[in-house]
């Protein structure tokens, strides 16, 4: 880009769309399997094509593209796999409900025409969150993206599932599922998610088939004794010895149940006799294997009774509960109802209530494939950031049950197994035209798809066209990093892990970083019924994705939650603004020329600023390396607001702006410019937008600054010494400054100030830059003290190497000024009292919010500094009258 004059402030909107399709357009974020760099890459959590993009979205995409960019400039060809999840339940309710609005439902338009019409919906409405991705400034490579459903993963879809089958890892059988009755589903039992639900602990009497008695049960699912075919109790039970072979009879049905013995049962819930009920409950169900029970289901998919039930069928559940129990009651047999709370799994989608049901599904033989997932965490060959979730994943890994791989709908991967009337059952990647056993032709392939995460589990693999050996897999399997939230470490970390290294023979990634999640800036969770959700649509359009990057990338500590805030993402455009305005200054002292080479004879600012420079690059690098984000954002930040803006910016001037040493403006010019490019190629991979801009119109840059080198390779320049000197410097500097401040001295007037150096090295450097001294804390030329000596009525601050003082006869009207600092100090005890009050009132601190509190106690500690500092200031100022 030309050189042109810098518009005095930064606006994203004119800047943003314009370099995504510049970046887009020159094929800057496309993986070259063939390229000579070495290999980074990194899938994308496929967001759900139903989705739209959130703050966990944000967060997790930001750090992908943080770590992508910088990967990249440092010569790695990159690989950011992009695409999106069919998510079928999901995606299946929203067709579902558009065509309720029209009246009809998909049964109405059947399998096959339901299915298109998904797709068509897709179409229309999948890709928006592709496209808002985009607008984040995510750098994936968009000539590769993929579909959960597109022909070539569905394909490996098909080969992974008949391989598993042919291996005895995938079998169909009768289990126990989480049964969603509004979904018409199977669930995991990771999508069936518990919640504290305030129910009932029935005490129900069981009389004894011979009429002595009764055995007392509890239970919370009075309607499914209806299914019971036993009753259990503990062979250590004291309370249950001498039962012999007494059998009871089920209440209000009057069928005939053993009473079996089984040390399973709990002798401390309840009353120590288990009902149970095999084909409604997974632990009944085992108990039933073990001791040959019936499994007999009392309801349909719609949760309601059916013929088993009795006189109760054709009631829903709950209905079916409360019928039941009043029929108990008047029976005598309902003993006592006691209220209880407890963990019931409801559907991750719909939230109804799970009702666990026995049925015929398809399930993964998981404990082979989880044996060598958990291997690979232990062993190092995958690591877990933060390494708190390790201990997670082993327990999830070493109790994993067999998984659950049917769902009832028709949206999704349809399960590639074919029935015959003669029992055969045959799995083939493609459709089978003759059963193999009989040689009939009528053959009906199973109406079943499989769970959404069951194609996500082959992502790191099928995205690079496994089952094909790809150039891409060469090159980039297995992938980097994975960036994940830990609410799917269990759904989706775990399952990759599995198939990745059963059909890659090697793990799917070697790093998994786990990030928080966003709260607000109460740190509660943001939902919709709260009214406390930031979308990060608006809060892009407002301050810009730039600012709104950095501020995801400052607070993202590892293992705590970001607080987010509108007023913390406008700070960060005052930071943007802040580059900004840098960048108009540092142009306009550049000129349109190339600048010239580095000084052979660099002053100590240059020594100073560049070691600076140099060491930041590395202290950002190797934060990001490690996924400490918010450390390397802090690092940049730090560098470029306070030392290069507020510092170095200052010192430059003096020289640039000094036409009698040319030599030494050429000099500064040069330094400034290789500063400035190195400062925004720091930046870029968390503002990428605003430094594009910046970079295009510096003299002698050359294309996109993410094709320029990461500038990490200085340490030559790395000048401990420099540091330390102008380190003294400022701080001298900034004792006089905030001398004036206390004593209420104009900035504009010059003032006396005398050094007490504490060693003649400390002299010499203090000497050699008395001129800088004087300039940036406007002051006569400095004079010198010795041991023990202070200058009459000063002021002093005592540095760890020099001693400062500003003589005030003269500056300062010591009976003025002490009326000053009274009427100050007064007023602050005045604003603080309420506080302080608050914080001694245990009521307050009783209930009032966590952050409420804290920011009381902030502002106590900080109108209290500030008390002590103007305290210290009427002394010093009482001492000199």
């Given at each position: 880009?030309?050189?042109?004059?810098?518009?005095?402030?930064?606006?994203?909107?004119?800047v943003?769309e314009?370099?995504?399709?510049?970046?887009?357009r020159?094929g800057?974020?496309t993986?070259d399997p063939?390229?000579?760099?070495p290999?980074?890459?990194?899938?994308?959590?496929?967001?759900?094509?139903?989705?739209?993009?959130?703050?966990?979205?944000?967060?997790?995409?930001?750090m992908?593209?943080?770590?992508?960019?910088?990967?990249?400039?440092?010569?790695?060809?990159?690989l950011w796999?992009p695409g999106?999840?069919h998510?079928g339940?999901a995606?299946?309710n929203?067709?579902?409900?558009q065509?309720?609005?029209?009246?009809?439902?998909?049964?109405?338009?059947?399998?096959?025409?339901?299915?298109?019409?998904v797709?068509?919906?897709r179409?229309?409405?999948?890709?928006?969150?592709?496209?808002?991705l985009?607008?984040?400034?995510?750098?994936?490579?968009?000539?590769?993206?993929?579909?959960?459903m597109?022909e070539g993963?569905?394909?490996?879809v098909?080969e992974?599932?008949v391989?598993l089958?042919?291996e005895?890892?995938?079998?169909?059988?009768d289990?126990?599922i989480?049964?969603?009755?509004?979904?018409?589903?199977?669930?995991?039992?990771?999508e069936?998610?518990?919640e504290?639900?305030?129910?009932?602990l029935?005490?129900?009497?069981?009389?004894?088939?011979?009429?002595?008695g009764?055995?007392?049960?509890?239970?919370?699912?009075?309607?499914?004794?209806?299914?019971?075919?036993?009753?259990a109790?503990?062979?250590?039970?004291?309370?249950?010895?001498n039962?012999?072979?007494?059998?009871?009879?089920?209440?209000?049905?009057?069928?005939?149940?053993?009473?079996?013995?089984?040390?399973?049962?709990?002798?401390?819930?309840?009353?120590?006799?288990?009902k149970?009920t095999?084909?409604?409950?997974?632990n009944?169900?085992?108990?039933?294997?073990?001791?040959?029970?019936?499994?007999i289901?009392?309801?349909?998919?719609?949760?309601?009774?059916?013929?088993e039930?009795?006189?109760?069928?054709?009631?829903?559940r709950?209905?079916?509960?409360?019928?039941?129990?009043?029929?108990?009651?008047?029976?005598?047999?309902l003993?006592?109802?006691?209220?209880?709370m407890?963990?019931?799994?409801?559907?991750y989608?719909?939230?109804?209530?799970?009702?666990?049901i026995?049925?015929k599904?398809?399930?993964?033989?998981?404990?082979p494939?989880?044996?060598?997932?958990?291997?690979a965490?232990q062993?190092?060959?995958?690591?877990?950031?933060?390494?708190?979730?390790?201990?997670?994943?082993?327990?999830?890994m070493?109790n994993?049950?067999?998984?659950?791989v049917?769902?009832?709908?028709?949206?999704?991967?349809?399960i590639p197994?074919?029935y015959?009337?003669?029992?055969?059952?045959?799995?083939?990647?493609?459709?089978?035209?003759?059963?193999?056993a009989?040689?009939?032709?009528?053959?009906?392939?199973?109406?079943?798809v499989?769970?959404?995460?069951?194609?996500s589990?082959?992502w790191?693999?099928?995205?690079?066209g496994?089952?094909?050996?790809?150039?891409?897999l060469?090159?980039?399997?297995?992938?980097?990093?994975?960036?994940?939230?830990?609410?799917i470490?269990f759904?989706?970390?775990a399952?990759?892990?599995?198939?990745g290294?059963?059909?890659?023979?090697?793990?799917?990634?070697?790093?998994v970083?786990i990030?928080?999640?966003?709260r607000?800036?109460s740190?509660?969770?943001?939902?919709?019924?709260?009214?406390?959700?930031?979308?990060p649509?608006?809060?892009?359009d407002?301050?810009g994705?730039?600012?709104?990057r950095?501020?995801?990338?400052?607070?993202?500590?590892?293992?705590?939650d970001?607080?987010?805030?509108?007023?913390?993402?406008?700070?960060?455009?005052n930071?943007?603004?802040?580059?900004?305005?840098?960048?108009r200054?540092?142009?306009m002292?550049?000129?349109?020329?190339?600048?010239?080479?580095?000084?052979?004879?660099?002053?100590?600012?240059d020594?100073?600023i560049?070691?600076?420079?140099?060491?930041?690059a590395?202290?950002?690098?190797?934060?990001?390396?490690?996924?400490?984000?918010n450390?390397?954002?802090s690092?940049?930040?730090?560098?470029?607001?306070?030392e290069?803006?507020?510092?170095?910016?200052?010192l430059a001037k003096?020289?640039?702006?000094d036409?009698s040493?040319?030599?030494r403006?050429?000099?500064t010019?040069?330094v400034?410019?290789?500063?400035?490019s190195?400062?925004?190629?720091?930046?870029?991979?968390?503002?990428?937008?605003?430094?594009?801009?910046?970079?295009?119109r510096l003299?002698?840059?050359q294309?996109?600054?993410?094709?320029?080198?990461?500038?990490?390779e200085?340490?030559?320049q790395?000048?401990p010494?420099?540091?330390h000197?102008?380190g003294?410097?400022m701080?001298v500097?900034?004792?006089?400054?905030?001398?004036?401040?206390?004593?209420?001295?104009?900035?504009?007037?010059e003032?006396?100030?005398?050094?007490?150096?504490?060693?003649?090295?400390?002299?010499?450097?203090?000497q050699?830059q008395?001129?800088?001294?004087?300039?940036?804390?406007?002051?006569?030329?400095p004079?010198?003290?010795?041991?023990?000596?202070?200058?009459?009525?000063?002021?002093g601050?005592a540095?760890?190497?020099?001693?400062?003082?500003?003589?005030?006869?003269?500056?300062v009207d010591?009976?003025?000024?002490?009326a000053?600092?009274?009427k100050?100090l007064?007023k602050?005890?005045?604003?603080?009292?309420p506080?302080r009050?608050k914080?001694?009132?245990?009521?307050?601190?009783?209930?009032?919010?966590?952050?409420?509190?804290?920011?009381?106690?902030?502002?106590?500690?900080e109108?209290?500094?500030?008390?002590?500092?103007?305290?210290?200031s009427?002394v010093?100022?009482k001492?000199?009258?």
């Amino acid at each position: 880009m030309a050189q042109e004059t810098l518009p005095k402030s930064y606006e994203p909107s004119q800047v943003e769309e314009r370099w995504y399709a510049y970046w887009e357009r020159e094929g800057l974020f496309t993986a070259d399997p063939a390229g000579k760099g070495p290999a980074y890459s990194i899938v994308i959590p496929p967001p759900n094509v139903t989705g739209q993009l959130h703050m966990g979205h944000a967060l997790n995409n930001t750090m992908q593209d943080i770590m992508c960019r910088y990967k990249r400039m440092l010569g790695y060809e990159v690989l950011w796999m992009p695409g999106t999840d069919h998510a079928g339940i999901a995606t299946q309710n929203v067709v579902e409900r558009q065509l309720a609005a029209e009246g009809k439902t998909r049964h109405d338009l059947g399998r096959e025409a339901f299915i298109e019409r998904v797709w068509e919906w897709r179409a229309e409405y999948g890709g928006k969150i592709i496209n808002q991705l985009k607008r984040l400034g995510a750098s994936c490579d968009w000539s590769r993206e993929r579909f959960t459903m597109d022909e070539g993963l569905s394909r490996a879809v098909r080969e992974v599932f008949v391989r598993l089958y042919e291996e005895g890892l995938i079998y169909r059988g009768d289990y126990i599922i989480n049964w969603c009755p509004r979904c018409h589903t199977a669930l995991s039992d990771l999508e069936s998610e518990h919640e504290e639900v305030k129910g009932g602990l029935y005490h129900i009497r069981y009389p004894f088939k011979n009429g002595k008695g009764y055995l007392v049960v509890a239970t919370t699912r009075p309607e499914t004794l209806l299914g019971d075919t036993a009753v259990a109790v503990n062979p250590d039970d004291p309370r249950y010895q001498n039962l012999g072979d007494d059998t009871v009879l089920l209440p209000l049905i009057g069928r005939e149940l053993p009473i079996i013995r089984d040390s399973y049962v709990s002798t401390d819930f309840g009353t120590g006799a288990l009902k149970v009920t095999p084909a409604h409950d997974p632990n009944d169900f085992l108990l039933g294997q073990q001791h040959g029970l019936a499994a007999i289901r009392v309801m349909d998919d719609d949760g309601v009774i059916n013929a088993e039930g009795g006189p109760y069928a054709g009631m829903e559940r709950f209905e079916a509960r409360k019928a039941m129990l009043a029929d108990l009651d008047a029976q005598g047999l309902l003993e006592k109802q006691e209220d209880y709370m407890h963990s019931v799994g409801h559907c991750y989608r719909c939230k109804t209530m799970v009702e666990p049901i026995l049925s015929k599904q398809w399930f993964v033989k998981v404990g082979p494939l989880a044996e060598e997932a958990l291997k690979a965490v232990q062993t190092g060959r995958t690591k877990i950031v933060p390494t708190q979730w390790e201990k997670t994943y082993y327990e999830w890994m070493t109790n994993i049950r067999d998984w659950c791989v049917s769902r009832q709908i028709w949206w999704g991967h349809r399960i590639p197994a074919w029935y015959c009337e003669c029992g055969e059952v045959i799995v083939s990647r493609t459709a089978p035209e003759k059963c193999p056993a009989c040689g009939s032709g009528e053959l009906r392939q199973e109406t079943d798809v499989l769970d959404t995460w069951f194609s996500s589990a082959l992502w790191p693999f099928s995205t690079m066209g496994w089952p094909d050996q790809t150039p891409e897999l060469s090159k980039f399997y297995p992938t980097s990093c994975l960036v994940t939230g830990f609410d799917i470490l269990f759904f989706w970390v775990a399952r990759m892990m599995m198939m990745g290294i059963k059909f890659m023979g090697e793990v799917p990634f070697t790093d998994v970083y786990i990030h928080a999640l966003v709260r607000d800036a109460s740190g509660q969770k943001m939902s919709k019924s709260k009214g406390n959700v930031i979308d990060p649509l608006i809060v892009m359009d407002e301050f810009g994705t730039d600012a709104f990057r950095f501020t995801l990338a400052a607070f993202a500590a590892q293992g705590r939650d970001i607080k987010m805030s509108e007023e913390r993402i406008a700070g960060y455009r005052n930071f943007v603004n802040k580059i900004w305005n840098a960048a108009r200054f540092t142009l306009m002292n550049l000129g349109e020329g190339e600048p010239g080479e580095l000084p052979t004879e660099p002053t100590l600012e240059d020594r100073w600023i560049l070691s600076r420079v140099s060491r930041v690059a590395q202290e950002v690098g190797r934060a990001i390396e490690e996924y400490r984000f918010n450390e390397a954002a802090s690092a940049a930040y730090q560098f470029v607001w306070h030392e290069f803006c507020d510092w170095y910016l200052e010192l430059a001037k003096g020289p640039l702006y000094d036409e009698s040493d040319p030599e030494r403006q050429v000099a500064t010019r040069a330094v400034l410019a290789e500063v400035y490019s190195r400062l925004l190629r720091i930046l870029h991979p968390f503002m990428p937008f605003v430094t594009e801009e910046l970079w295009q119109r510096l003299p002698g840059a050359q294309g996109s600054i993410m094709q320029a080198p990461w500038p990490g390779e200085h340490d030559d320049q790395i000048d401990p010494q420099a540091e330390h000197d102008m380190g003294l410097v400022m701080e001298v500097i900034g004792a006089v400054r905030n001398i004036r401040g206390e004593m209420g001295i104009s900035p504009g007037r010059e003032v006396p100030v005398v050094l007490l150096p504490y060693s003649d090295q400390v002299f010499s450097v203090l000497q050699a830059q008395s001129a800088r001294i004087q300039s940036l804390a406007k002051t006569t030329e400095p004079g010198w003290a010795s041991e023990g000596e202070q200058p009459a009525k000063s002021a002093g601050a005592a540095l760890a190497e020099v001693t400062v003082f500003v003589p005030l006869e003269g500056l300062v009207d010591f009976s003025a000024e002490e009326a000053r600092l009274d009427k100050e100090l007064a007023k602050l005890e005045k604003e603080i009292t309420p506080s302080r009050k608050k914080l001694t009132n245990q009521g307050f601190l009783a209930k009032a919010p966590e952050e409420v509190v804290a920011k009381e106690k902030a502002k106590v500690a900080e109108a209290e500094d500030k008390i002590a500092r103007i305290k210290q200031s009427l002394v010093r100022v009482k001492s000199f009258r």
